[in-house]
């Protein structure tokens, strides 16, 4: 018996778009038991258990398989156990956990037969992008970009005690490849040149600590404008989180949630935006999250008892 804990992801963070993201303090947890039954059982024990198949067509199987299928090894029951905390189909990387778990369970289960870039490139192939993958399986802040035979990135571990990761998550789902289809096919040069610039300049910021920059760094042009009338109230959020002091406001993955960047001293941000949301906007609640600088790991390993 192998027991993983996964944590959320926020992509895009902004300017990076497909290729940034972050682990965040909020996790979910895979169980996986081989025994001889012959069967496939998955039990989950959160209400995402409404949405989620629980046959051979669960995506965190699916990702056991690929590792299976790839290193030979011979599984002949399996019992597995979900606690999904991660809110599904909000921007969270939910799915990126799952593959990102069903990967690590898998392997812990085949006697480590894949290594860390192994496991990588599987679970962004099964993906599509690493932005999410990356920082699910690594932890920290992470740059990534995706080459035809891996994927190159840089982790840095940002210190939970300088920033946190406030999230406002409401309550509608925003599928990402409905969240896809509205983005053009192509966009005019200067907007890339504006993304190129921006996104380096946030790699640059939180590599370095000059959290002053963030605001100005997080300026997209790529997505977020196509992505507001999926979403509405973004912009009124947005300024809502600037003038309560948030240090940066983007976008987290393909949204629908919002992420706003906050300055690990401040005591009033989550207080307040949390009692503004209650009485004014009661279908999004604030999850007040810091970076995890750890990814994926094995919490309980048994298989030799
Ligand atoms: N980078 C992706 C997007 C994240 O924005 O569509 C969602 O998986």
């Known amino acids: 018996m192998v027991k993983i804990r996964i944590p959320a992801t926020s992509a895009n963070m902004g300017a990076g778009f497909d290729s940034m993201g972050i682990a965040l303090s909020l996790y979910n947890y895979v169980t996986a038991e081989e025994n001889d039954s012959g069967k496939l059982e998955i039990?989950?024990?959160?209400?995402?258990?409404?949405?989620?198949?629980?046959?051979?067509?669960?995506?965190?199987?699916?990702?056991?398989?690929?590792?299976?299928?790839?290193?030979?090894?011979?599984?002949?029951?399996?019992?597995?156990?979900?606690?999904?905390?991660?809110?599904?189909?909000?921007?969270?990387?939910?799915?990126?956990?799952?593959?990102?778990?069903?990967?690590?369970?898998?392997?812990?289960?085949?006697?480590?037969?894949?290594?860390?870039?192994?496991?990588?490139?599987?679970?962004?192939?099964?993906?599509?992008?690493?932005?999410?993958?990356?920082?699910?399986?690594?932890?920290?802040?992470?740059?990534?970009?995706?080459?035809?035979?891996?994927?190159?990135?840089?982790?840095?571990?940002?210190?939970?005690?300088?920033?946190r990761f406030a999230a406002l998550v409401p309550d509608f789902y925003l599928q990402t490849k409905k969240s896809r289809e509205v983005l053009p096919k192509s966009v005019p040069h200067n907007d890339a040149v504006y993304n190129a610039g921006h996104s380096a300049l946030l790699a640059a910021s939180l590599i370095t600590g000059k959290y002053e920059n963030i605001r100005t760094a997080v300026g997209d042009k790529l997505h977020q404008n196509y992505r507001k009338r999926l979403i509405p109230n973004m912009d009124s959020l947005f300024r809502l989180c600037y003038q309560k002091g948030a240090l940066g406001v983007y976008l987290?993955?393909?949204?629908?949630?919002?992420?706003?960047?906050?300055?690990?001293?401040?005591?009033?941000?989550?207080?307040?935006?949390?009692?503004?949301?209650?009485?004014?906007?009661?279908?999004?609640?604030?999850?007040?999250?810091?970076?995890?600088?750890?990814?994926?790991?094995?919490?309980?390993?048994?298989?030799?008892?």
């Open 43 to 163: 039990d989950i024990i959160d209400d995402s258990a409404k949405f989620l198949p629980t046959d051979e067509e669960n995506l965190i199987y699916r990702s056991m398989k690929r590792v299976f299928d790839l290193t030979g090894h011979k599984c002949p029951g399996l019992k597995l156990t979900l606690e999904n905390n991660i809110m599904i189909t909000r921007g969270l990387g939910s799915s990126s956990a799952g593959i990102v778990g069903g990967v690590v369970a898998a392997n812990k289960l085949c006697g480590d037969k894949l290594s860390t870039d192994e496991m990588l490139r599987l679970a962004a192939d099964i993906e599509g992008h690493p932005d999410n993958v990356t920082p699910a399986l690594v932890g920290g802040f992470t740059v990534n970009v995706m080459t035809r035979h891996s994927v190159r990135y840089v982790k840095t571990e940002l210190n939970p005690d300088e920033l």
């Open 252 to 305: 987290s993955g393909a949204g629908p949630t919002i992420i706003a960047i906050v300055d690990g001293s401040d005591k009033k941000f989550a207080c307040e935006i949390s009692g503004i949301l209650l009485s004014k906007m009661k279908d999004w609640k604030l999850y007040e999250l810091r970076p995890d600088n750890i990814g994926a790991c094995v919490i309980e390993n048994q298989q030799n008892k």
